[in-house]
């Protein structure tokens, strides 16, 4: 392992406007890039923006203006040299519904992969989001993380699965800033031995 390993834990403001979110997310970067962190983690819906809140239907979504902004956020990652973790909404062949979703791309601007959120509330799986299946974790310069979405941390069992894992590190985004998520993901996180990064709006 690598260290000291810095992580940019980024509160970014979320609103219906991709091409905003994604100018701020830019910005954000650029100053984790400047503070010398490795990698720079952003909340739940911080690229697309969060059901519910600023997406009321998913027909008014631009999908296509959300992809170029994944694009340009990879873009400036390579630029930077700086791997960014950010949540954003994953469309599926209609009629089935997106991912919320947690993309992770490297320091060289590649997409590693996505973690899709596996365990949904009642409301999402009825109207919004169809769950993931599996878990994600990475690797970068010898630490191992593993991701998690918003009332997933009320499932001991997902970050018990993550230790079994070898994840050093749990990078958890959320859109709630109730305080019970933050107090939930410190107790995990002292019960597995890991370390917790946890980033909300």
Not at 49 to 70: C, F, M, N, P
Not at 187 to 201: C, D, E, G, K, R
């Amino acid at each position: 392992m690598t260290f000291p390993f810095s992580i940019a834990v980024a509160q970014s403001v979320i609103s219906p406007d991709v091409r905003e979110n994604g100018r701020r997310m830019r910005d954000m970067m650029s100053e984790a890039k400047t503070a010398g962190c490795r990698l720079v983690q952003f909340p739940e819906g911080g690229l697309s923006g969060y059901v519910k809140s600023q997406i009321t239907d998913w027909a008014r979504v631009d999908w296509s203006a959300l992809r170029e902004e994944l694009d340009a956020v990879a873009a400036h990652a390579a630029r930077l040299e700086l791997w960014t973790v950010l949540g954003c909404n994953h469309r599926l062949t209609p009629p089935n519904r997106p991912h919320n979703s947690l993309y992770v791309i490297s320091d060289k601007g590649t997409l590693v992969g996505r973690y899709d959120k596996r365990l949904c509330s009642h409301t999402e799986l009825s109207n919004w989001y169809a769950p993931g299946v599996e878990s994600f974790v990475f690797d970068v310069d010898g630490v191992r993380f593993g991701l998690a979405l918003c009332i997933e941390v009320q499932f001991p069992e997902l970050f018990l699965d993550y230790a079994k894992q070898g994840v050093d590190c749990m990078l958890f985004s959320a859109y709630s800033d109730d305080p019970m998520y933050g107090i939930l993901a410190r107790a995990h996180a002292a019960t597995n031995n890991f370390w917790l990064s946890l980033s909300i709006p």
